[in-house]
């Protein structure tokens, strides 16, 4: 049965985000207009930007978009999700005015004609601060998700060219430099990631690990992060653009040591949110050139036993090639949508050892998947993870005898792969103590089912 739209929630929403909207943004300005010392960012190119008075209409827009998006909220996760993603990007974004002020030195003087009140009327309450990142990007990012799940499919271009519009003419009405923009989307996506649609946020599994290897890898991300942030903001003009490194890596860095494989929210599909995609954008481009590059000379898949490849995250031709039917990913970090081909993900870190209910539910889903034919077992190179499940998915089907014979099958398959001694000693714990899958999660404190993860 269909769930009632959630109206009188989403108009109490309203009435507590639109205030809040008004009073922290006029707060963060206030503070900002006391101080002598706010600074500004600006490229030389941004002072041809012509002033159009016309696109204070679209930037206006987005105030209206913002009210309506709440009532558009079908169900009542819908709501909640969307409107605490509201709620933490005004939060972020006001945090950020506060530290780190800038404004913009762009004077606009009096705009004449039909436009020029609505302009009066946004300077009664807006000063030339709290410019970084963009509050008026972020948010449209926000809004693109109720919009385009309401609208029809044909009229998704409609939208996008409307929200394309809006973030336009918070340059050509000099409310905003450039650098306001990618740093309000990153925020936008940020706020996203953190209150996924169809998965709890990430935030709720959030633990300090107690694996020395997760908090040395998570300080090597964050020892990144802060490095090329320092370049950056030294450095200064093009060099900016590191923030968006920098920021891929503190994140990273924090799924490492507080959060988990999950995370990365790949999909049972191999694809991943475009909001994921943007925050880790570098880091996504380094993983994958790092492991098309560790991989160049070697076969993209090995054949391990009748029916199961183990190799690298696939491309199309590769698939083809194989006969590939169905698809074991254990890469957390990569997306690998595979349309046409069974695809399962059982998520795992990468350069961490999976838990034995990783390891039971990994050699499962590869069991169950060599039922309908050629099985690729993958992460992003094909040396770790997916050769220790293959290792486990011998085990279980009794191809090997013990742990140090399945691993040696698999490195005769593919020489390249680097188990050793502590990955014999974890399948021998994981053979000693094979529960049914369900009962290995309630121990791990994990979920069950298969089909919602990443790994490598």
């Known amino acids: 049965m269909s769930e009632a739209r959630p109206w009188r929630r989403a108009i109490v929403w309203l009435l507590v985000l639109g205030p809040f909207f008004f009073a922290s943004y006029g707060f963060a300005t206030w503070v900002t207009a006391q101080r002598s010392d706010v600074g500004f960012i600006v490229f030389a190119w941004e002072r041809q930007i012509p002033l159009l008075p016309w696109t204070i209409v679209p930037y206006w827009l987005v105030d209206l978009l913002y009210g309506l998006s709440l009532l558009l909220c079908a169900t009542r996760r819908q709501l909640d999700t969307h409107a605490a993603r509201l709620l933490v990007t005004q939060l972020l974004a006001v945090s950020a005015f506060l530290v780190f002020p800038l404004r913009c030195t762009f004077q606009r003087g009096d705009v004449q004609g039909s436009f020029g009140w609505m302009f009066d009327v946004l300077m009664s309450f807006d000063q030339p601060y709290n410019q970084a990142p963009s509050l008026h990007i972020a948010l449209l990012v926000v809004l693109l998700e109720p919009y385009l799940r309401a609208v029809p499919r044909a009229w998704h271009t409609l939208v996008y060219a409307a929200a394309l519009l809006i973030g336009v003419s918070v340059l050509t009405t000099w409310q905003h430099h450039f650098v306001d923009i ?50 950056a903001t030294s450095a200064g003009g093009a060099w900016l653009w590191l923030l968006w490194a920098a920021g891929a890596l503190a994140l990273v860095a924090l799924i490492y040591l507080v959060l988990d494989a999950e995370a990365f929210e790949k999909r049972a599909d191999g694809s991943m949110p475009g909001a994921v995609r943007c925050l880790l954008g570098p880091y996504l481009l380094a993983a994958w050139l790092n492991s098309r590059w560790w991989t ?38 990569l997306p690998c949508p595979t349309p046409g081909v069974r695809h399962t993900v059982v998520p795992l870190l990468d350069l961490v050892p999976p838990s034995l209910a990783q390891l039971e539910r990994a050699s499962a889903a590869i069991d ?41 099958q698999v490195q005769r398959a593919r020489p390249s792969v680097v188990l050793g001694r502590d990955e014999i000693d974890l399948l021998s714990r994981w053979q000693e103590h094979r529960l049914p899958a369900s009962q290995f999660s309630a121990a791990d404190g994990q979920p069950s089912s298969v089909g919602a993860g990443r790994e490598h």
């Open 182 to 231: 990618p740093t309000g989307f990153w925020l936008g996506c940020f706020a996203v990631w953190l209150f996924p649609t169809d998965a709890p946020p990430p935030l709720r599994r959030a633990t300090l690990t107690g694996s020395r290897k997760r908090r040395r890898l998570a300080a090597g991300y964050a020892a990144g992060s802060l490095g090329i942030g320092l370049l």
């Open 296 to 333: 160049r000379r070697l076969p993209a898949a090995s054949p391990v036993s009748a029916g199961i490849l183990l190799g690298r995250l696939p491309g199309e031709a590769e698939l083809r090639s194989h006969g590939v039917v169905a698809i074991v990913d254990l890469c957390a970090e």
């Open 368 to 408: 169950d998947a060599r039922q309908i034919g050629q099985v690729l077992v993958c992460c992003a190179l094909g040396f770790a993870r997916s050769a220790l499940a293959v290792a486990a998915w011998l085990l279980r089907t009794g191809a090997a005898n013990s742990p140090a014979e399945a691993v040696a």
